[in-house]
């Protein structure tokens, strides 16, 4: 049982690029969620899912896309990296609503 | 005004001081409260559910106080492995899992 699997770990991508965060879970977690952590501040939700082929926007949205095809994986994906998306990604997962959330180990992105 | 409010700290104690944070939620229909402890560079980790009766677990209590929207975090002889920030989580409905995260209270637990 590993958990909640994110990959890659570290990425540093040039301005326009684009690229896509995994996100794997083996618990069976119907509720996904990304958020993201900027110094200073707290983790702010960008995208959540409550089910496989549902996907809601959460408080930062813009610039990333969500899908989840099943309901082990829900990757995120970055569009054209801004400087602005610098940050520490975080996938978690949770068995339903009001339960507390399991956490990946997150990814450190860096765009140049 | 932030959904969930901390202050940011630093909270700096010595060895078996107490220490008390509190977090302010502004969304009264609020149901499920958490604090998660997060050390440098690292996942969020459950530290414990806050119930409405309050709850303990060993030197940590966690209250409650729905009339006034703020749940508290009481440490009790602190140790220095306590040292981390405290992350207070409301959740505003049970049926999108949408967690809100309060910015976090750092803890530094000196010898």
């Known amino acids: 049982n590993a958990g909640v699997t994110q990959t890659p770990k570290f990425q540093v991508l040039k301005t326009g690029q684009s690229m896509t965060l995994q996100c794997a879970q083996d618990m069976n977690h119907e509720y996904m969620s990304w958020y993201r952590q900027d110094p200073g501040m707290g983790l702010r939700l960008i995208h959540y899912s409550v089910g496989a082929g549902i996907t809601d926007q959460g408080e930062v949205p813009n610039g990333y896309n969500v899908s989840r095809s099943t309901t082990e994986d829900f990757p995120l994906r970055l569009l054209s990296a801004a400087p602005s998306q610098t940050s520490v990604y975080f996938c978690?997962?949770?068995?339903?609503?009001?339960?507390?959330?399991?956490f990946g180990n997150g990814t450190r992105l860096t765009v140049t | 005004r932030k959904e969930v409010e901390q202050d940011p700290g630093p909270f700096n104690v010595p060895e078996g001081a107490t220490v008390a944070f509190n977090c302010t939620y502004s969304n009264s229909a609020s149901q499920s409260f958490f604090w998660y402890r997060q050390d440098c560079r690292k996942e969020p980790k459950l530290l414990m559910s806050v119930y409405s009766s309050g709850n303990e677990d060993g030197r940590f209590t966690a209250q409650l106080n729905r009339a006034s929207q703020y749940i508290s975090l009481l440490i009790r002889d602190s140790k220095l492995s306590d040292s981390a920030t405290y992350l207070c989580v409301v959740l505003g409905s049970s049926n999108t899992g949408k967690l809100i995260f309060g910015q976090g209270t750092t803890l530094q637990v000196k010898p």
């Open positions: 978690a997962s949770t068995v339903r609503g009001n339960s507390p959330l399991h």
